[in-house]
């Protein structure tokens, strides 16, 4: 163990945050971080909307399911997936840019990923909390005229920064052998795997709320999945430029 790995494992979302607002040193520190992930072949297919503004943020917790915390905290983060600035590099060098491809949608979408988790981690390395806002691909139209989002960008999901205010306990994960497959997938202990982590999560709300939330985590993915979740997303990102043909 090491402290890379010791904040790493001491992860938690954090929901209610102290009205302290973050400097600018801060901020540029997250945003460097997050430049630094890994991106495909260099592309760097993403873009960070840092809001701050009380109304904008009201308004953003509204589309996004009236989630408080979006409100409340210091610094709301907006990552986009980002084939515009792309299409204007190929331009530049007299090229046009065959963007409607899923690969190009892929790789921009991992690229916004993985510089979000890099900031994550910095922000949480200076004493701060994150939880990222999945609620911001409720409502995409709304969301990317508030934030006047070009052609070829969509925003992928939100993210609360900022001092904590209370400290949840760590969440249980899977149990590593559900994960983690050594040189082909096996299918064989998966089930017994799901069974294992539905007692532990059991636990883990039981204890959480005080008895008053009796589920398990099979369970709360099947109430998930039966359905379509968010079926305007296709063509959302058709109309913004993305094509999946």
Known sequence: MNPTIELL????????????PLDSEQIIAILHSAQMASSSSNVQAYSVIAVTDPAMKKELAVLTGNQAYVEQCPLFLVWCADMYRLREACEMQGTEMVHGTMEN??????DTALAAQNAAIAAESMGLGIVYIGGIRNNPREVTKLLQLP??????????????????????????????HHNTYDTAGVRGEIENYDQVMRAYYLERTKGK?????SKEMADKYRQPIREHMRAFLEEQGFRFD
Do not use: N
């Not at 001491?10 to 302290?20: A, V």
């Not at 949608?105 to 991992?110: K, L, N, S, Y």
């Not at 052609?151 to 983690?180: N, Q, W």
């Open 9 to 20: 494992q001491r992860h938690r979302s954090i929901r209610k945050y102290k009205s302290i």
């Open 105 to 110: 949608f892929i790789v921009a979408t991992v």
């Open 151 to 180: 052609e070829l960008v969509y925003p992928v999901f939100g993210m609360c920064v900022g001092y904590p205010d209370h400290t949840p306990e760590i969440k249980p994960r899977l149990g590593s052998k559900a994960v983690f």
């Open 213 to 217: 939330r009796d589920t398990v985590w």
